[in-house]
């Protein structure tokens, strides 16, 4: 039973088209995230929701809108893709207390190529 | 700001030898420190964790790590690597706003 699951695994698409991704963990857990990895294995924070609400929103453009539904689910919305923003996207989740506290549970990622 | 330097962009051991990566952190309080292992096409996996207490960490797949607050550092090790540790490892602090360094790519040779 996955954990924190992620769809689609790929995703390929034109220029100027409009995308979205979507995450869900089972975990119970309150704080999810996005993360963007770019063609040099780099990881960079993109977004954090604790419970549905907003806590981190890193210097990202204005296209890329996450959603939370619910604290289960993390959904990320791409407007107008250009070419850099093909990376491999993963969804996270995490607990702020317990015995996991930090610890971050990944999805296994949507690579998104832009063409 | 939280950051996190892995000094060793792509390392090659032998197996069945030992293995140190590095890993160099600038935190402005008591830091939570992760390493992670990724796998080809997957996701990120936790190997061991430091938040308090003993500064030598045991993780999974016989890996541990060291945290030494005067050096700001937090290495992982392994006595003896085995083919399947071939992977990309990352060294992470924080904990709402867990920020990554690099990476580390590690080669075993057969």
């Known amino acids: 039973d996955t954990a924190v699951s992620q769809t689609p695994k790929y995703l390929v698409t034109q220029m100027g088209n409009d995308k979205s991704i979507k995450c869900e963990q089972n975990l119970g857990h309150d704080t999810m995230y996005w993360y963007k990895q770019d063609s040099k294995k780099f990881l960079k924070i993109m977004f954090s929701y604790n419970n549905k609400e907003l806590i981190i929103n890193e210097t990202v453009p204005n296209r890329f809108s996450p959603k939370s539904p619910d604290k289960a689910h993390l959904n990320l919305h791409i407007n107008s893709l250009e070419l850099g923003d093909s990376a491999v996207y993963f969804c996270a989740s995490s607990q702020p207390t317990g015995p996991n506290t930090g610890e971050l549970f990944f999805g296994e990622g949507s690579r998104l190529t832009v063409l | 700001a939280q950051s996190v330097t892995q000094p060793d962009i792509h390392i090659t051991v032998s197996e069945g030898a030992s293995l140190e990566l590095r890993c160099n952190y600038s935190y402005g309080a008591t830091p939570y420190l992760f390493w992670y292992v990724q796998s080809p096409g997957q996701g990120l996996q936790l190997l061991l964790k430091?938040?308090?207490?003993?500064?030598l960490v045991q993780g999974i797949k016989g890996f541990e790590a060291e945290f030494k607050r005067s050096q700001s550092s937090f290495n992982l090790r392994k006595p003896s690597v085995h083919w399947s540790d071939a992977a990309e490892y990352f060294c992470a602090v924080g904990a709402d706003d867990m920020r990554f360094g690099a990476g580390t790519r590690l080669t075993v040779k057969p």
């Open positions: 430091y938040f308090s207490g003993d500064t």
